[in-house]
């Protein structure tokens, strides 16, 4: 019996649970900062704008690299 692909489907579950994992634990470090962002100084929203900006990066980098797996494994 040959199993091909299954180091690639590995890799994929890996890279999703990594990059999803990071982009979660941003999104929610932005959460919890939102209410002290908005209610304080200028540079405590410019934080938490850079904290979401991250997190959108890190997901969006996550979306491409699942995408070039998906393309490698087999049909």
Do not use: C, D
Request: aromatic share 12%; net charge positive.
């Amino acid at each position: 019996m040959k199993k091909t692909g299954s180091l690639a489907k590995t890799a994929l579950t890996a890279n999703v649970l990594v990059w999803g994992g990071a982009a979660l634990f941003l999104f929610a470090l932005a959460g919890e900062n939102t209410y002290a962002a908005f209610h304080g100084q200028w540079y405590n929203i410019l934080g938490w704008a850079l904290i979401v900006a991250v997190g959108l990066a890190v997901a969006v980098v996550g979306a491409v690299q699942v995408w070039r797996l998906r393309a490698r494994l087999p049909r």
